[in-house]
């Protein structure tokens, strides 16, 4: 079945980097896009953005332009989240999930199992 | 951006009773090229994931059970759970796709009365 398998939890400093993974199987890695969600812990879902491998196209929310960086390895059909200059707000579960299509305007199903990064000082 | 607003925040249901969550977008999701909302549900259990129920507002994801429904056009939006069973405390999300940057509705919490 479809599954996205994200890399384990991880504790960084301000002002360092991170780069979660998230491994796909169960279809066609070029025929869909994967997108990144983020939580902070007991709030709500925002969405980072997005990217389309057999392009290589991104689409990025403008509060993370120039500091996340999306990338897709299609031969190992995983795709990687990168953030940097890492700040204690950026404390959250990041979860990657599935968009239908090669489009980045639809919904995620299914989900990865999330990665906590915890920042701090 | 599109601001999507939830209402309750939470609501407590008695088992097999109906509940109704609401979700109103600051602009209409209804694209006429298409006749569809750009509206998907999802439902976050407890330390899970969230995962996706309904899809174009009201199509019923492969696996969900029918007691689910999404209903609504333009800016309002409903889901309804036509009979509230254990496995359904979770928090439910709405989330518009029809512009960048995608946008959540902030949540409500269902709990058992």
């Known amino acids: 079945q479809v599954q996205l398998v994200q890399s384990g939890a991880e504790v960084k400093r301000t002002g360092s980097s991170v780069k979660v993974s998230c491994t796909a199987s169960g279809y066609i890695f070029t025929n869909y896009g994967i997108t990144w969600v983020r939580q902070v812990p007991g709030q709500g879902l925002e969405w980072m953005g997005g990217?389309?491998?057999?392009?290589?196209?991104?689409n990025y929310a403008q509060q993370f332009q120039g500091r996340i960086m999306m990338t897709a390895d299609k031969a190992t059909t995983t795709v990687y989240l990168e953030v940097n200059s890492l700040r204690s707000e950026d404390t959250a579960v990041y979860y990657c999930g599935v968009s239908p299509g090669n489009q980045l305007l639809r919904w995620l199903e299914p989900w990865g199992q999330g990665t906590l990064i915890s920042v701090s000082s | 951006d599109v601001v999507m607003t939830q209402s309750p925040d939470s609501l407590a249901v008695s088992l097999g009773e109906r509940a109704t969550i609401n979700c109103r977008s600051s602009q209409s999701l209804f694209y006429g090229s298409t006749n569809k909302n750009y509206l998907a549900w999802y439902r976050q259990k407890p330390g899970q994931s969230p995962e996706l129920l309904i899809s174009?507002?009201?199509t019923r994801q492969s696996g969900v059970p029918d007691r689910f429904s999404g209903s609504g056009s333009g800016t309002e939006f409903t889901l309804t759970i036509s009979s509230l069973q254990a496995e359904d405390v979770a928090v439910y999300y709405c989330q518009q796709y029809y512009s960048f940057p995608l946008t959540f509705g902030g949540g409500t919490k269902v709990e058992i009365k």
């Open positions: 174009w507002a009201s």
């Open positions: 990217i389309i491998p057999v392009f290589g196209a991104t």
